[in-house]
C-alpha cells in the first residue's frame, strides 16, 4: 500500500526538483538532508518513478514521485 503525502519542493539551479517538507496526516516534517535522487520502483509499495532517498527527522527514508503524486517508503 503507498503512503501517499503533500510534499513541498523547489526547484534548483540544474532544475532537479528537491522535496523540503512533507506533510503526512496533519503533521509537517522537514527534510533533512536528500543522499540521492534516482529512477528506481518501489520494490514494496509496487510502481516507479525518480526515488529520493532522504533523512527525514534524522530517519533514513525514501521518497518517490510518481507522475505528480507523492509517496513515501521508510527504510528498514
Not at 519542493?9 to 509537517?28: Q, S
Not at 534516482?38 to 521518497?63: D, N, Q, T, V, W
Amino acid at each position: 500500500m503507498k503512503n501517499y503525502v503533500e510534499v513541498t519542493a523547489v526547484f534548483d539551479l540544474e532544475g532537479r526538483i528537491i522535496p523540503r517538507e512533507i506533510k503526512f496526516g496533519d503533521e509537517r516534517f522537514a527534510v533533512d538532508r536528500v543522499m540521492d535522487i534516482r529512477p528506481a520502483a518501489s520494490l514494496k509499495s509496487g510502481g516507479a518513478g525518480i526515488r529520493y532517498k532522504c533523512s527525514i527527522m534524522g530517519r533514513l527514508s525514501y521518497l518517490f514521485l510518481e507522475d505528480t503524486k507523492w509517496f513515501l517508503e521508510l527504510a528498514e
